[in-house]
């Protein structure tokens, strides 16, 4: 079956960095545009960027911009979220979502001191 799993989800402090993972199995994952949303505790969710399957269009929230790096393995059905200069607006739990409906289950990021 379908299935996606972020990690390296976690608390770190304001200006810091993660990077989440999303392993994906059960479909052909070269073949899906691939997804990062965020929900914040009392907001919507909120599309933070997408990778097309070759990786060669990449879309991000104005949020994010110049922070935040999606990329992709299409060997190690991986996409990547490489997180820098972290915000507290920035805590939120993290999804990653596939374009034929797949979602993980997602990985909370705490930024605070």
């Known amino acids: 079956q379908v299935q996606l799993v972020e990690s390296g989800g976690g608390l770190v402090q304001p200006g810091g960095s993660l990077t989440l993972s999303c392993a994906a199995s059960?479909?052909?994952?070269?073949?899906?545009?691939m997804s990062w949303f965020r929900r914040a505790p009392g907001k919507e969710r909120e599309l933070v960027a997408t990778?097309?399957?070759?990786?060669?269009?990449?879309n991000y929230a104005d949020a994010v911009k110049g922070r935040f790096t999606i990329s992709r393995d299409n060997a190690k059905n991986t996409v990547y979220l490489r997180m820098m200069s972290l915000k507290p607006e920035d805590t939120a739990a993290y999804y990653c979502?596939?374009?034929?409906?797949?979602w993980g289950q997602g990985t909370q990021v705490n930024v605070s001191s």
């Open positions: 979502y596939a374009m034929g409906g797949y």
């Open positions: 059960g479909f052909t994952f070269s073949r899906y545009s």
């Open positions: 990778i097309t399957t070759a990786g060669n269009s990449i």
